[in-house]
């Protein structure tokens, strides 16, 4: 099994942020929280398992490297810490961000503050909670084959980062798809592909794109993408153009 607890001692550890973490070691992870979530963490266990075993089941292919995951007690000490990570003193996060993950580490707000502090989350949704997980862990194992392990300068590549996400989760809906189809029929299509991650749709029209690279190319072409950092080696790799794919994209949901 990928997850197979390794050692069921407890450690405590003392970080800068002034959080104590409780440490727990598992084959391809570590998992730290703190306290006051001990009462969940059982379930965040159970996610974090499903959701591993989904991801590498989607690619055929474990994750390369062993993760950090933190589990933060409030929306503040999340902040404080995204603020540290990408050199953004001044960030505040949206209230629908509750996770972010990157190579070797994944960050997850506690469903328990979900409530208090973020908007369009139900964290008694187990669905959801399993697939907003999950969606971090696709990020992550992007991250781990990626030449670029935190995506700094690729924000023009949301639609390949998001929309995989999105789509290997478990987060693209028939009733996502029925909105894309509908903006298709109306004409109100991005024409670039940096366009595609913009906008109330961008994970609707960025999963309904990977969907559609996956349907049309195959998995293992698809999983080739996440290797590449430019846009003309992309094209290269499904031997087409942006132009040519987007039109395809089209086609394909009409």
């Not at 003392?14 to 727990?24: E, G, R, V, Y």
């Not at 995951?69 to 509750?98: G, H, S």
């Not at 109306?186 to 996956?214: E, V």
Request: net charge neutral.
């Amino acid at each position: 099994m990928l997850l197979v607890l390794v050692m069921n001692s407890i450690a405590l550890y003392a970080s800068t942020d002034s959080l104590l973490w409780i440490k727990k070691d598992f084959t391809s992870y570590n998992l730290y929280y703190t306290a006051t979530d001990t009462s969940i963490i059982n379930r965040i266990e159970k996610n974090l398992t499903a959701g591993t075993k989904h991801v590498a089941s989607f690619f055929k292919k474990e994750f390369d490297k062993k993760i950090s995951i933190y589990l933060f007690p409030n929306r503040k000490a999340l902040t404080e810490q995204w603020r540290k990570d990408w050199n953004q003193p001044d960030f505040n996060a949206e209230c629908w961000m509750v996770a972010s993950g990157v190579a070797l580490r994944l960050d997850i707000l506690s469903p328990q503050r979900w409530k208090q502090e973020t908007c369009e989350h139900n964290a008694n949704d187990s669905t959801e909670l399993q697939q907003i997980i999950t969606h971090e862990l696709v990020h992550v194992f992007h991250g781990q084959q990626c030449p670029n392990p935190n995506f700094e300068g690729m924000d023009d590549y949301g639609w390949l980062a998001e929309g995989l996400a999105d789509f290997a989760s478990g987060q693209l809906t028939d009733a996502k798809l029925a909105q894309v189809r509908e903006q298709i029929l109306l004409g109100n299509t991005p024409t670039l592909l940096a366009d595609f991650w913009k906008g109330k749709l961008r994970y609707q029209q960025s999963g309904s794109l990977i969907c559609f690279i996956d349907k049309k190319y195959g998995r293992e072409k698809l999983m080739s993408l996440l290797s590449l950092t430019k846009l003309t080696d992309m094209m290269k790799a499904l031997n087409t153009t942006e132009t040519e794919l987007i039109t395809d994209w089209k086609n394909f949901y009409k």
